[in-house]
């Protein structure tokens, strides 16, 4: 039984990383560049506006559920004897750290910070500079652990899925 829930945590675990990373992907490419051809003041109204908007149930429920289906993954498959644990492990590690803690440590702070910007305002050149040069190194970031969560946690169960 144990066997099966975790089989089932760490496969909704690694899609949950997959359409994150999808999410993140799309605003490192299409999203911030698109800003970057805007006027600075035009830039930071419509991000100030998509960080409001992502911040919804669904979205929330997938960031969040899926840090807490890795981590339920990793802490069963321990007590499995299928599949390869310290992968689905080190999957969740990925995600909980390489994505789900930058978040809050990096990208949520920025996000912050550029609320507070008056996108008119004579600070808003520089603060839009210092907000995408660092959102998108961190987000980038995110992208990769984020993909290498999915691709570890699928290794991970692998052998469990196929037998």
């Known amino acids: 039984m144990i066997d099966r829930i975790a089989l089932i945590a760490t496969v909704v675990a690694a899609v949950g990383c997959g359409l994150v990373a999808g999410v993140l992907l799309a605003f490192s490419l299409s999203v911030l560049p698109g800003?970057?051809?805007?006027?600075?003041?035009?830039?930071?109204a419509a991000m100030q506006r998509f960080n409001a908007a992502i911040l919804n149930p669904l979205f929330l429920v997938l960031f969040v559920g899926t840090a807490v289906l890795s981590t339920l993954a990793a802490v069963l498959s321990a007590s499995t004897s299928r599949g390869a644990p310290a992968l689905v492990v080190a999957g969740a590690v990925l995600y909980v750290l390489g994505c789900f803690a930058i978040t809050g440590v990096l990208n949520v702070p920025l996000n912050d910070a550029l609320a507070a910007v008056d996108p008119g305002s004579t600070a808003a050149v520089e603060a839009w500079q210092n907000f995408t040069e660092k959102w998108t190194r961190c987000n980038n970031i995110r992208v990769v652990a984020a993909t290498a969560a999915c691709t570890v946690l699928i290794l991970g169960q692998g052998r469990s899925a196929l037998g």
């Open 35 to 44: 800003l970057a051809s805007l006027p600075v003041s035009d830039a930071i």
